[in-house]
């Protein structure tokens, strides 16, 4: 309660203390209180929102008055003065004796009518000294009975100088709001509404406080924000001055950032003076951030008109952002919660998680509540964070839930929740901090009960470790896992638990093929194993882990893309995972081109469905393999760059190594040897087991190869590809197409005058050619026999070498093939036979981007008396034969089932072909694609 008393000081007239912007209506009050002093009471109730100048015009009143011989007695409601806080009224304060003491009240009468006459009497008493002055401030907040005397008296001392000066919060309402909408319906009191200052008051408040020049846009603008309230561009003004901004254009820019934080300033207080519901919806909006009426009614007890009338009440003082659901200013929101108690703060953000939950809400947004909690004390806290983790796609949300779980790892918990978080830890690190997973797992299986327990923590341990030096760990603890089933499960196990069963041992093939010391361990533990019917989804990712192990051992190509057909043969309802990957790269290895570009397709797109980075990485780097085995340097170049683009924006450039390998081979196709090399030492500056790799370390060794032997460099490139093959035969990988590096060694040692060694190599490379048995395989071991060879045999297999690439779909590699048979008999002067080679050299490599072969043909063309101009090349030769086909089809107007079915394919096979004729040929669909589709693309390619 603010009171204050004053009295006349004598008849000195001292000039009124004018608020800003309020000279006109000081003046209208000042007219009035003069009219009472010839003898006529008036009331005037001046009425307008928080902020508008209602408190600083009544004091401008109150201090002038008494100068004017005028007594002045004030009171100032405030918000809780009769709920049992304040036991005074306003007319005990007002009109008590100048006796009366404030610390000792009089007591109140009980009978009304009495209770009015006495107050009569006082104020007669206290006009017979002079004029008087009842000054009331936020009279909303005033005690009914007061206002009612008040009103009472008005009417008794209607001939009497007695001057009522009252004002009026409008956006709230108080126990006196209604007894002072009777005043002004009764015509006993006048009013005064204070609207927003306008643009000039505005400009000269900024002159006054900033100084000029005031630039118009500047004053238009803090018009706006401050929404004329004089209160509020006070403070904006004086933080500006503080802040040393001009009014100027460059102030405009700073003005909004400051106006953000003197909004937050004044929340507290605008809060003080709102009913009680007003400030509990504050507060539960504070919390939740944003919400609809209903969930801030759940949280803060209220109801939903009230609600509504309160979010009103907010948006109108700029706390709530315009707009629906409702959503608080950050700086608002932060000035709200500053002035909660921290454990009562804690109960809030519990009860909002709660409300959230019962209101079927993601688990991401309940989570949101809980990571802010010192503490996690109940089971639900982790299920909620289990699956905002899994529902995930910010990695700044997934941050902000670890944290919590680690958290809940201090917390009291069972074993069984203490594993639990132990996995989700480890779920949430596997992309950024594989170590921190495999730490986790390990963990969670030392707390796991039993090897049926165990067993999905083994799976998860497994995937973790892929291409980590923990692979033998996790292939050992699945091996340990794998035996505890068998013994626990029986010969005869139910279906469920065979299911599991084939889980694991899946999951330990796959772990052990990228790890040159696991797999010979895994190897042994397969031979025993039967081949699965591929009828259940664990039996299709043990056929695909065994696919994996043929290729890698260089059985026969049709035995391991069998399996790898059986484990793609159904979509799974999940997304796919590793499985799908893997079998596509054998099918890929096999030359199954259109089989491995489904399932790489599948795997991208399922990538980007549950936002797995790693796979997204891992199917571009694929898929531009596939694209360069093919000869479409340029699809293999555009794939490789966007999975090098998404694993250094993940920080998996060390996780999936793949990704700048394919980048280097594409680059080194367009002759571009230095950029690779720059690339693929990106490998082994990211760290990372790259040498503990099957896949990846192996197929570097080969890049890194060919970048030396373009830089000149053929003794570091023989060493480098010697190594390779040493490292593949420890490991026990026998497939020749994997890495080829014999075939380059064979060539570079050829040069280097040590052929007895080529052809050492290269006998041994065309045994496990033949025996993989792919065209492309068998061409590639011809080429390196002939590296060896000399005289009519030499011309033999390079001529047998071109005939078996011809009919694979391997358009680079047949290009460099020609080359070397038109070389070979430019040699022996059969320049005619030279040059129809030459010529199919440069048109191939022209196609397939392979520029700097295409140079080296054309100058032996030259030689050989033949001519070629430069060629014209169409978008549509770079379209393969199957591209090419699909493409006539779908712009004859055959439906993609349709053409599935006459060409024996998927028709997510035949999406995925269009979708890369659209992108080669720059086209946004069917009806824009060009015609000459039905024509062969120049020299056909048999096979492909």
């Not at 309802?573 to 790269?585: C, I, K």
């Not at 170049?637 to 924006?649: F, I, N, T």
């Not at 439906?895 to 035949?910: D, G, M, P, Q, Y």
Request: one cysteine or more; glycine letters at 10%.
């Amino acid at each position: 309660m603010a009171v204050t008393f004053e009295t006349a000081i004598g008849t000195q007239r001292v000039p009124p203390r004018i608020p800003p912007g309020r000279s006109t209506e000081l003046n209208t009050l000042l007219r009035q209180a003069a009219r009472t002093r010839a003898g006529a009471a008036r009331a005037v109730l001046v009425r307008g929102p928080a902020g508008m100048g209602r408190t600083s015009l009544l004091s401008a009143v109150a201090e002038h008055l008494p100068a004017e011989g005028v007594t002045v007695r004030r009171f100032g409601g405030r918000p809780g003065d009769n709920d049992g806080t304040a036991p005074r009224r306003a007319v005990d304060v007002l009109l008590a004796p100048h006796s009366a003491s404030l610390s000792d009240p009089a007591p109140v009468p009980a009978d009304a009518h009495a209770d009015r006459l006495r107050l009569h009497r006082h104020l007669l008493g206290l006009l017979s000294t002079g004029p008087l002055a009842l000054v009331v401030d936020d009279a909303q907040w005033c005690d009914e009975t007061s206002l009612r005397c008040l009103d009472f008296v008005l009417r008794r001392a209607a001939a009497r100088p007695l001057f009522v000066l009252l004002s009026q919060r409008t956006e709230c309402e108080g126990p006196g709001t209604p007894v002072l909408a009777e005043l002004l319906a009764h015509d006993r009191c006048a009013l005064l509404e204070l609207g927003p200052l306008d643009p000039s008051e505005t400009a000269r408040m900024i002159d006054r406080t900033l100084g000029g020049p005031v630039d118009d846009h500047f004053v238009r603008r803090c018009t706006e924000v401050s929404g004329g309230n004089p209160l509020v561009l006070g403070r904006l003004l004086a933080a500006l001055r503080g802040a040393g901004v001009r009014p100027d254009a460059a102030g405009l820019r700073r003005l909004g950032a400051v106006y953000e934080g003197i909004l937050a300033s004044m929340i507290p207080d605008f809060l003080a003076g709102q009913p009680r519901h007003v400030r509990r919806v504050a507060i539960a909006l504070a919390v939740l951030g944003r919400g609809e009426a209903d969930l801030l009614g759940a949280l803060c007890g209220v109801t939903g008109t009230r609600v509504e009338s309160a979010l009103g009440d907010l948006r109108r003082a700029e706390a709530v952002l315009p707009g629906a659901p409702a959503e608080m200013r950050d700086a608002v929101r932060e000035a709200v919660l500053g002035g909660i108690a921290a454990p009562t703060l804690q109960q809030l953000r519990i009860r909002a998680a709660r409300v959230l939950s019962d209101a079927g809400r993601p688990a991401t947004e309940v989570a949101g509540q809980l990571v802010l909690l010192d503490r996690l004390d109940e089971p639900w806290m982790l299920a909620v964070l289990r699956d905002a983790i899994a529902e995930s796609p910010s990695r700044a949300a997934t941050r902000a839930a670890v944290r919590c779980l680690r958290r809940a790892l201090e917390s009291r918990l069972t074993a069984a929740e203490r594993k639990d978080v132990h996995v989700e830890l480890a779920r949430a690190s596997v992309p950024t901090a594989p170590a921190t997973a495999l730490w986790h797992l390990r963990r969670a299986l030392t707390t796991a009960a039993g090897p049926r327990e165990q067993a999905p923590i083994a799976v998860e341990y497994g995937m973790a470790a892929l291409g980590t030096r923990c692979a033998p760990d996790a292939v050992r603890a699945l091996g340990h896992v794998l035996d505890g089933l068998t013994g626990e499960l029986g010969t005869d196990p139910a279906p469920a638990d065979r299911e599991l069963h084939t889980t694991v041992a899946s999951a330990l093939l796959v772990t052990a093929a990228n790890d040159r010391t696991a797999m010979s361990v895994a190897r042994e533990r397969a031979a025993t194993w039967p081949v699965p019917q591929g009828d259940s989804p664990a039996e299709r990712q043990l056929l695909s882990a065994l696919s994996t192990f043929a290729a890698l051992e260089g059985r026969p190509a049709d035995q391991a893309a069998a399996l790898a057909r059986r484990a793609l043969r159904v979509e799974e309802a999940a997304p796919a995972g590793w499985w799908v990957l893997a079998s596509s790269v054998v099918l890929s290895l096999a030359d199954a081109v259109d089989e491995a570009q489904a399932g790489l397709e599948r795997s991208l797109s399922n990538g980007q469905l549950c936002y797995a980075p790693w796979m997204q990485v891992a199917a571009l780097a694929g898929r531009s393999l596939t694209l360069h085995g093919t000869g479409d340097v340029t699809g293999a170049l555009h794939d490789a760059r966007a999975a090098v683009a998404l694993a250094e924006q993940t920080g998996m450039t060390g996780a999936v190594p793949m990704a700048h390998i394919a980048l280097g081979n594409a680059l080194l196709s367009q002759g571009e040897a230095e950029e690779a090399r720059t690339v693929l030492d990106r490998i082994a500056d990211a760290g990372g087991d790259l040498e503990g790799r099957i896949w990846e370390w192996h197929q570097y060794l080969y890049a890194r190869g060919r970048v030396q032997r373009e830089l000149g460099d053929l003794e570091g490139a023989l060493d480098t590809w010697q190594r390779c093959g040493r490292s593949l035969d420890e490991a026990g990988v026998a497939n020749p197409v994997l890495a080829p590096w014999w075939l380059p060694a064979a060539d570079t040692l050829v040069r280097l005058g040590r052929t007895a060694e080529a052809a050492a190599i290269a006998e041994e490379a065309q045994v496990r050619a033949r025996r993989w048995g792919t065209p492309r395989a068998v061409g590639l071991g011809l080429l390196a026999t002939a590296t060896a060879a000399r005289g009519r045999p030499r011309l033999q297999l390079l001529a047998e070498g071109v005939d078996a690439l011809a009919a694979s779909p391997a358009r680079l590699e047949l290009a460099k093939a020609e080359y070397l048979l038109g070389r070979e008999l430019l040699g022996r002067d059969d320049a005619r036979g030279a040059r129809s080679h030459l010529r199919r050299a440069i048109e191939l490599a022209t196609r397939c981007g392979y520029h700097v072969l295409a140079a080296l043909a054309r100058e032996l063309l030259v030689t050989a008396g033949g001519r070629m101009p430069q060629l014209a090349t169409s978008p549509l030769d770079s379209l393969t034969e199957s591209e090419r086909r699909v493409a006539a089809l779908a712009q004859g107007g055959v439906s993609n089932k349709k053409i599935a079915e006459a060409l024996f394919i998927t028709t997510r096979t035949v999406e995925m072909h269009l979708t890369n004729v659209y992108r080669k040929l720059a086209v946004r669909g069917r009806a824009d694609l060009p015609g000459g589709l039905g024509m062969g693309p120049g020299p056909a390619l048999p096979g492909h």
